[in-house]
């Protein structure tokens, strides 16, 4: 069975460091061709596309978000963590991991709140 | 960065009905195309994938075409569980979502 969990903090402060980490079961991130994504949702918008790391260490990262998001992958604990800097409250959200298979989400998971406030 | 645009943003729809719903890609994104149906505060769940590849479960009123620029999805004789929020995904260059199109009675 195959399960991602998001964690991290639900309110931080904007230009504070976002750290998240999605804690995964069921697949490896050492398997050829399987990623680990981070997408996001702003209430009642789309889901917008973040950050991924495939199996090898490949990372590519949105366009218009580089410059303030980190991935990284600890294989041994079926670990990713997503870093976002300079919050603000735009970056209020959901923000989800999910892993990539042949390009497609085909397990999510549950899902993590984060408001950006003072 | 390609640009996926839906159309409606949302739908009315009654039981029965057959309901259709359109992406357009700001490029070609051949055939890398998935849909996503998301109930509220639940995460998107994968419908199609390849333009018209049913995922696995997925009953077989979903149905997809096209190709490059040009997507839909149909819907034949909508069910009660089918009212909710529908995604486009292009997965050619990493990943870009629609706008999304809601479903509702």
């Known amino acids: 069975q195959i399960t991602l969990k998001e964690s991290g903090p639900t309110l931080v402060k904007p230009t504070q460091t976002l750290t998240l980490t999605c804690t995964f079961s069921g697949f490896s991130l050492s398997t050829t061709g399987v990623g680990v994504d981070w997408i996001r949702q702003p209430p009642r918008k789309a889901p917008e596309w973040l950050a991924l790391i495939y199996w090898d260490d490949d990372k590519r990262y949105s366009p218009s978000l580089k410059s303030r998001l980190t991935i990284t992958k600890d294989t041994s604990k079926n670990q990713v963590v997503l870093t976002m800097t300079n919050m603000d409250p735009v970056d209020t959200a959901t923000y989800y991991c999910a892993r990539r298979l042949k390009g497609l989400f085909d397990y999510w998971g549950q899902g993590a709140l984060v408001t950006v406030s003072a | 960065e390609i640009q996926m645009t839906q159309s409606p943003s949302t739908l009315s729809a009654s039981v029965g009905d057959r309901v259709t719903i359109t992406c357009r890609a700001s490029?070609?994104?051949?055939?890398?195309l998935a849909w996503y149906q998301q109930k509220p505060g639940k995460a998107p769940n994968l419908l199609l994938y390849?333009?018209?590849s049913l995922a696995t479960g997925v009953p077989s009123r979903f149905s997809g075409s096209g190709s490059g620029t040009e997507f839909t999805l149909t819907i034949t004789s909508l069910q009660p569980d089918d009212f909710a929020t529908y995604y486009c995904?292009?997965?050619?260059?990493?990943?870009?979502f629609g706008g999304g199109t809601k479903v509702e009675i």
């Open positions: 490029q070609s994104i051949g055939s890398w």
């Open positions: 995904q292009q997965y050619n260059t990493y990943s870009t």
């Open positions: 390849k333009v018209s």
